[in-house]
């Protein structure tokens, strides 16, 4: 059985950074392409980035490009979202995601986490 966990969400003021995990079990983690959603109350679910497999490649969102950047550990199978510079607009559920595939579409990813709380406060 798949499952990702995530977890390090929180409340951190404007200007403040919050590191995410998300720990993956039941796929072989280094075979897949990870990434991040996010949800905001009464917003449509918005793609954050993604890392490829081997962690060579990533790619944000405009939104958080040059303030939000996603590690991995192969080992570990874990991957982060290290999140610098945060806004109240970054207030959302965030959602750790895998597929094999390379893709910024919800629909595409297979595996989802259950979700970490983020507010930021003004």
């Known amino acids: 059985q798949v499952q990702l966990v995530d977890s390090g969400g929180g409340l951190v003021q404007a200007g403040g950074s919050l590191r995410l995990s998300c720990v993956a079990s039941?796929?072989?983690?280094?075979?897949?392409?990870m990434g991040w959603f996010r949800q905001a109350p009464g917003k449509e679910r918005e793609f954050v980035g993604r890392?490829?497999?081997?962690?060579?490649?990533?790619a944000y969102a405009d939104s958080v490009k040059g303030r939000f950047t996603i590690p991995r550990d192969n080992a570990e199978n874990t991957v982060y979202l290290q999140m610098n510079s945060l806004k109240p607009e970054d207030t959302a559920v965030y959602y750790c995601v895998a597929s094999t595939g390379w893709t910024t579409r919800s629909y595409d990813y297979a595996y989802w986490g259950q979700g970490t709380q983020v507010t930021v406060s003004a």
């Open positions: 890392i490829s497999w081997s962690g060579s490649i990533k």
């Open positions: 039941g796929l072989p983690f280094s075979g897949y392409n």
